[in-house]
C-alpha cells in the first residue's frame, strides 16, 4: 500500500546554499507572486529584452462566454532575438544546443549561440524565399535533429506560427493537422531514424498532402540520404537552399500576444485541438520556470528527454533553455538502443547537469536491472526531473536510489500542453520531495481542489477532488486554434471561474498535491496524451467495425494501456487476421503509440437507454476488476456485460 504522507527528502545543505531559491525565498517570492501578480510579473518580464516594453502586465478574464487572457500585450519582442541574438554579445562561442545521434558511434555536434544564430537566419531566409509571411502556419514533421530547433526558431524569427507534429504520427494524422492550421508549407525529412530503425517520413508526407491543397509546399531535410521520391516545384531541398541565401535576417517585431505556435493535443471529445501559445507570456513562463524549476545555472549542460513533437520539447528543449543561454542536449534516439545503459553513457559523455525524462522510461529502464547504470559515471549530475504522468514510489525510488545516488533532488512536475510550462513542481534548492508527490505551485500559480460535484473550492488543507486553477499565468494558452468557442466550453464551463485541468488530485496534511490522473476520457499511454474518442473513430472508421468503445487500464510499464472493445459489422466474424488487420489500421489511421494493447470482441456494448456507452463498466472488465460494477440496471441490456466479462476471461 501506498504510504499516504510518507517523510519527505529534503534537499541537502550543499545544494541550498548555491540554489537560486531555497525555502525561504520561495515563500516570499510565492507570496508575492499571488497577492500582487501586476508587479511580480511586471518585474519578471523583464527577464526578456523587449523591443517596445510594456505599460500593461496583465489582463485575463475566466469568466465563460468572455474568456480572454492577455499578458503583457502592448509589448513588441521577438522570440528568435530572445533565443539567440541577445547572447550572441557575451556568449557566441558557448555551445547552445548539443546533438546527439541516434547510433552512438556517429558524431555529436556542439552548435554554437555564433551557429546557431547563422542556421536559423539562413533558415528563416529559405522560408521567405518560399513566401511565408508574419502570421502564415508552418507544420514541422522532423526527426530529433537540430533542423527542428532551427525551423522553430526561423519562424519566430519571422513571425511564422510553427505547428510540430510529431514524427510518430501517421500520415493521416499529419493531413488533418496541416489542413485544421491551414499551413502554407510542411517541413520534413527523408527519414527520421530511431533506435536503429528509419520511419520514412518524407513518404509520409507525400501521403499525407495527397489530403491537402495544392498550395502547400515541402520543405525537405535531407538527413540520412535515403531514397525518396521528388515532385518539382513542390519539394525544396532546404540544406542545399540554405547554401544559397544570406546568412542575416533581421527579426521581425512581434506583439506579445502573437501567436508563435499551435500544438496539437488530445482531449476528451472529438479531434485534437490546436492549442494556441503566444510570443511573451509563454517565452517567460518557459524560460523562468526552465531557470527555476532545474536550478540552472551559466554554463551547465542540461538534458530534456522529450521530443520537440510534444509541449516538454518546445519549452525545454529549445525555448526555455535557449532563452536563458543555456546548452541543451537534443537526443535523436531512445533510451534503450542499442541498450539500456544509452541515457547513462550520453550523461556521461556530455556531462549532463539536469537531467528530465518520464516515469514510462524510468519504469522500462528500472525492468532491465542496475548494471546498465552502474558502468556509467554519473558524477555530473545535480537535479533530476519527471513529467508526464504520475510517477509510482517504485519508480521514484528506483530513479532516486540508481540515478541520483540518493542524494539528488528530484522535481516531479505537473503540467499540460495547455499550461505552457510547469505548474506544480518542486524547486530544487527549496522543496522537501516526497515519492510521488508535484508538491507545491510555481510561482503566480493558484491550484485549487474543487468538490467534482458540487463544483465548490474545498477549503481545507487536506482534501480530494478535481485540479483546477484560479487564475491565469503568462505561460497559458490562449484558445484553440479556429475555434475560441471550443476553448471556454473545454477548460472554463465545467467549473465556472476556474480553469479546469481534467486532472483530478490530493491535498496532503503539508498541502502538497498528489496528482490522480485524467477524470476525463483522456488517456496517457507511455506519456503520450491521446483521447479516446480518436481511437474510436479511428477503430469505426474501418469497414468491418460497426461500433467502438476504448478506455484505459493500468499497464506495467506503459503507465496506461489501450483497451479496445469492438462490435463487428453483422457479415463480419471475428479473427486474429481482424484483430491484427484493426491494430494496422489504427497505425496508420494515427500513429503507432495509439495501437491497442488489447482489442476484445463485443457482440455489444453496455449503453443506458439514452444510448451513452458507460465507460465506467468497461473500465472495470479492462482492469479484471468485476467485483465493483457497480449500478448496471441503469443498463438498456444488462446482459450485455455478462457477456463481455464471459469473453474478457476466455
Ligand atoms: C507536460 C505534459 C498533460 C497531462 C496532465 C496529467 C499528466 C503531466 C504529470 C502528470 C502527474 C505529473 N501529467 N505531468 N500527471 N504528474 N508530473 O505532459 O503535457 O502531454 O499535455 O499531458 O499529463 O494528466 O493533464 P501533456
Known amino acids: 500500500m501506498l504510504d499516504e504522507n510518507p517523510k519527505p527528502y529534503p534537499p541537502s545543505d550543499d545544494f541550498v546554499k548555491n540554489a537560486h531559491v531555497d525555502a525561504d525565498r520561495y515563500k516570499a517570492m510565492y507570496e508575492a507572486s499571488v497577492s500582487d501578480p501586476e508587479t511580480f510579473w511586471g518585474e519578471e518580464g523583464k527577464r526578456l529584452d523587449w523591443i517596445t516594453p ?36 557575451d556568449r557566441a562561442d558557448q555551445t547552445a544546443i548539443i546533438w546527439e545521434p541516434d547510433e552512438p558511434d556517429a558524431e555529436a555536434l556542439h552548435i554554437t549561440y555564433r551557429e546557431l544564430h547563422e542556421k536559423v537566419c539562413r533558415f528563416a531566409n529559405v522560408l521567405l524565399s518560399q513566401g511565408v509571411m508574419r502570421g502564415d502556419r508552418v507544420v514541422i514533421y522532423l526527426p530529433m535533429i537540430p533542423e527542428a530547433a532551427y525551423a522553430m526558431l526561423a519562424c519566430a524569427r519571422i513571425g511564422a506560427v510553427h505547428s510540430v507534429v510529431f514524427a510518430g504520427f501517421s500520415p493521416d494524422a499529419l493531413a488533418n493537422r496541416i489542413n485544421n492550421c ?8 527523408d527519414e527520421a531514424p530511431r533506435g536503429g530503425r528509419k520511419t520514412p517520413l518524407k513518404s509520409n508526407t507525400d501521403a499525407a498532402l495527397l489530403h491537402c491543397s495544392d498550395k502547400v509546399r515541402c520543405l525537405v531535410v535531407k538527413h ?19 547554401e544559397t541565401v544570406a546568412p542575416d535576417c533581421p527579426v521581425r517585431p512581434m506583439g506579445a500576444e502573437d501567436p508563435l505556435f499551435v500544438l496539437y493535443t488530445s482531449g476528451s471529445t472529438g479531434q485534437p485541438k490546436g492549442v494556441v501559445h503566444t510570443c511573451g507570456g509563454y517565452l517567460l513562463y518557459a524560460s523562468m520556470t526552465q531557470k527555476f524549476t532545474f536550478d540552472y545555472h551559466d554554463g551547465d549542460v542540461f538534458w530534456c528527454g522529450a521530443d520537440v513533437g510534444w509541449v516538454t520539447g518546445h519549452s525545454y ?21 542499442p541498450d539500456a545503459s544509452r541515457f547513462w553513457q550520453v550523461i556521461e559523455k556530455h556531462k549532463v547537469n539536469q537531467f528530465y525524462t518520464a516515469p514510462t522510461a524510468i519504469r522500462a529502464l528500472m525492468g532491465q536491472g542496475t548494471e546498465f547504470v552502474e558502468k556509467c559515471d554519473l558524477s555530473s549530475l545535480k537535479v533530476l526531473g519527471t513529467v508526464g504522468e504520475p510517477i509510482n514510489p517504485e519508480a521514484w525510488n528506483w530513479y532516486n536510489e540508481n540515478i541520483g545516488k540518493g542524494k539528488l533532488p528530484i522535481v516531479d512536475t505537473w503540467w499540460q500542453t495547455e499550461t505552457g510550462g510547469h505548474m506544480i513542481t518542486p524547486l530544487p534548492g527549496a522543496t522537501p520531495t516526497k515519492p510521488g508527490s508535484a508538491t507545491l505551485p510555481f510561482f503566480g500559480v493558484q491550484p485549487v481542489v474543487l468538490d467534482p460535484q458540487s463544483g465548490d473550492e474545498i477549503e481545507t488543507v487536506e482534501a480530494e477532488g478535481v485540479l483546477a486553477i484560479k487564475d491565469s499565468w503568462p505561460g497559458q494558452m490562449r484558445t484553440v486554434y479556429g475555434d475560441h468557442e471550443r476553448f471556454e466550453k473545454t477548460y472554463f464551463s465545467d467549473y465556472k471561474g476556474y480553469y479546469f485541468s481534467g486532472d483530478g488530485c490530493r491535498r496532503d496534511a503539508d498541502g502538497y498535491y498528489w496528482i490522480t490522473g485524467r477524470v476525463d476520457d483522456v488517456l496517457n499511454v507511455s506519456g503520450h496524451r491521446m483521447g479516446t474518442a480518436e481511437i474510436e473513430s479511428a477503430l469505426v472508421a474501418h469497414i468491418a467495425v460497426a ?48 495501437k491497442p494493447d488489447h482489442i476484445q470482441w463485443a457482440p455489444g456494448l453496455p449503453k443506458t437507454r439514452s444510448g451513452k456507452i458507460m465507460r465506467r463498466i468497461l473500465r472495470k472488465i479492462a482492469e479484471n476488476d468485476y467485483g465493483s460494477l457497480g449500478d448496471t440496471s441503469t443498463l438498456a441490456d444488462p446482459s450485455v456485460v455478462d457477456d463481455l466479462i464471459a469473453n474478457r476471461k476466455s
Open 54 to 89: 510594456y505599460t500593461k502586465v496583465k489582463s485575463t478574464d475566466f469568466t465563460l462566454g468572455q474568456v480572454d487572457i492577455k499578458w503583457f500585450e502592448d509589448g513588441v519582442l521577438n522570440v528568435a532575438a530572445n533565443c539567440i541574438d541577445r547572447h550572441l554579445k
Open 182 to 189: 491551414d499551413a502554407k508549407l510542411v517541413i520534413t525529412a
Open 224 to 242: 540520412t540520404g535515403g531514397q525518396t521520391t521528388w515532385i518539382e516545384n513542390r519539394d525544396v531541398d532546404v540544406k542545399a537552399m540554405m
Open 317 to 337: 528543449i529549445v525555448y526555455g533553455p535557449l532563452a536563458n543561454g543555456a546548452t541543451s542536449l537534443m537526443f535523436e534516439g531512445v533510451p534503450t538502443y
Open 547 to 594: 461500433e467502438a468503445a476504448v478506455v484505459g487500464y493500468p499497464h506495467e510499464i506503459k503507465g496506461q494501456g489501450i483497451y479496445a472493445y469492438v462490435t463487428l459489422m453483422n457479415d463480419q466474424e471475428p479473427s486474429d487476421e481482424l484483430r491484427k488487420d484493426l491494430e494496422k489500421w489504427v497505425r496508420t489511421e494515427i500513429g503507432p503509440i495509439a
